[in-house]
DNA sequence: CTGAAAGCGCTAACAA
DNA sequence: TTGTTAGCGCTTTCAG
């Protein structure tokens, strides 16, 4: 068995009969610039190749104090959105050259913040940051490192984030649940819930005041009880969907899930609905997964457009924005294919 | 703005009155062996706290000719399972304070080789990979470069690898179906179907033996017509469906989706379908997905055992195993919730 | 019980 | 046009 010991720039040398740096240089491209003969380079390089040599990069890394890593540290991997986000970051990362980590810290601070220093700890060149708990905190941290960083998807107060637009999407969904909403509800039903979300948070409220101006627009008029901000808790959700029920005496003519969860709470509660029921409703969900056009009932959704929220960081980063800049993008409106299910469903 | 040049043990010896090899020693954790007094120890630890000193990887790295990173090759992100790998991975990485490095590659085989390159120049201390489309190739890199290396969800013939007993589970699945097909069907359709895969793979090859031996335990036969490996596309799979539809003149009593893009073809047919059509037929899906458990009809669902897949694996690796080694772990079978959604669908 | 010193493989400044 | 050399921050003998 050839034990292969791992060659270095010096067995380069050495056998073409050069030097170290002149290795280095050729091997990096530099070489033009050192003003390496386009022979020699070339006799190295080809020689590198023969012996399929490739860098140390912890060598390289701890004589430049970079290291080619790039982190992005987000909540679960096992998250449509949040998967999406990886795979983008991927890509971006990619193209650039550049290797990207990406943990989970399973919205545990403590696990952020050591992650945070570990990846620290290997000179990474850069960090991004999707849904932490607390984002003062690791900017803080990253800040007092020197550490270029940005955050996806969540506003951090003091460092350039990228957020996807709520208010838009929050009124392009509800316009579209409302063109869509059956006439002749009776009129405790015909109108529009929106069910889920946190008030207090920043994504949640974005999203109330886009449905309010939609609701205010179409209708003139918006009640405080057409919003129930429960939370995101799908149990929560569908005790408030079993009282709604009761209340108006039937489903709404149009309703509005703030998130996955909730729309699956629905999912559950209309289990026990006769289906002719569902297809007198309109429903619309602020979050995207493809089985919603699985359904046998149509469904409008909001997709975040997660290449352009990572690119635009990438781009922020690249611009070495420090500050607390706020982009945002709008997201994207599945409108459901409304025939076809509404059709399917009664066939 | 205070600079904060980078600390390093150099300055925690000169402010300990200490020397670097000691303080090394300290904060490793190593000066017991090294006889260090506790005290010495204590004072050197305390200080690197309270500077809040991190070592350099890259430093350490490059002495000992490791990382702490592990890496793990898979061919994307974005698909419950491998998300689902990742973040067991991602625990089990931590546990064993390793860095999880989680490469997508998009099942591009000139991807998986520069991946593996690029990680072996950052001296990953293992690697894992899920889902290659050249796994031999890989192995060979490995091997070369003397890299513990194990496959998972994939048999690689010359090198360990853990996969899920596709047989047990294709098994359990159709008795599943078989145990909870009506009864009364007409004779041309009181029969169990397995849709998609591709025989020639491996995996495929043993679920259909699996379900033969199932059929063929319950029936006394099982004729070839009842295998209808289509394939993964789902638009072949949706053309096969309607043409066994039309042959059969109706659904048959029990269906088998060899997979989750076949089972979601299965719903855009049955979108044509009256609802009372679907509950009169027995459906399982070699593959889960979460939603499957909100339909308004019975699905059993098979699942990977993704965790304990990924702890077999680190568990070879740790026990240095190098030949082809197959570790096979069962699957999870999640039977339908049988009454509560035929009731909800037909209440 | 502790320190001195070598060296991991690379890059960059300086010499030639 | 190229080589020499120092040094990145750490671990690990070896010497006391």
Redesign the pocket.
């Known amino acids: 068995m050839k034990t292969s010991q791992?060659q270095?720039?010096?067995d380069i040398a050495r056998e073409t009969?050069?030097?170290?740096?002149?290795v280095?240089a050729a091997?990096?491209g530099?070489w033009k610039e050192?003003?390496?003969?386009k022979e020699?380079a070339g006799r190295i390089i080809e020689l590198a190749r023969r012996m399929d040599y490739s860098?140390?990069r912890q060598?390289?890394g701890?004589?430049?104090?970079r290291s080619g890593l790039v982190g992005l540290i987000l909540p679960e991997h096992d998250n449509r959105f949040f998967s999406d986000l990886s795979q983008s970051f991927t890509l971006e990362a990619r193209r650039r050259s550049q290797c990207p980590v990406i943990i989970a810290t399973q919205r545990d601070p403590a696990a952020e913040e050591s992650t945070v220093q570990d990846l620290m700890a290997y000179s990474i060149d850069a960090l991004f940051i999707a849904g932490a708990a607390d984002p003062l905190r690791i900017s803080r941290i990253c800040r007092s490192a020197n550490l270029p960083h940005v955050f996806i998807d969540q506003p951090c107060p003091d460092a350039p984030s990228v957020i996807t637009d709520n208010e838009a999407g929050a009124r392009a969904l509800t316009e579209a649940i409302l063109d869509s909403m059956p006439t002749g509800a009776t009129p405790a039903r015909d109108r529009i819930i929106l069910i889920g979300g946190d008030a207090r948070l920043h994504a949640s409220a974005r999203r109330i005041e886009g449905f309010r101006k939609a609701v205010v627009a179409h209708t003139g008029r918006c009640d405080p009880e057409q919003i129930i901000a429960c939370g995101y808790e799908p149990d929560r959700a569908l005790d408030e969907m079993h009282s709604l029920y009761r209340r108006m005496g039937g489903l709404p003519a149009g309703l509005f899930a703030n998130s996955i969860n909730v729309f699956e709470a629905l999912l559950r509660f209309f289990a026990h609905l006769p289906e002719a029921e569902l297809l007198s409703t309109s429903i619309g969900c602020f979050d995207f997964e493809p089985y919603g056009e699985l359904l046998r009932f149509p469904v409008h959704m909001i997709r975040q457009r997660h290449r352009k929220l990572v690119s635009r960081a990438w781009e922020l980063m690249e611009e070495g924005t420090e500050g607390p800049v706020l982009v945002t993008v709008n997201p994207e409106l599945r409108r459901a294919r409304d025939g076809a299910a509404r059709a399917g469903g009664s066939a």
Not at 62 to 65: C, G, I, N, Q, V
Request: aromatic share 4%; proline share 4%; no cysteine.
């Open positions: 791992k270095t720039i010096y009969g050069t030097s170290p740096s002149t280095s091997l990096n530099r050192r003003r390496i003969s020699t860098v140390n060598a390289r701890l004589r430049t104090a």
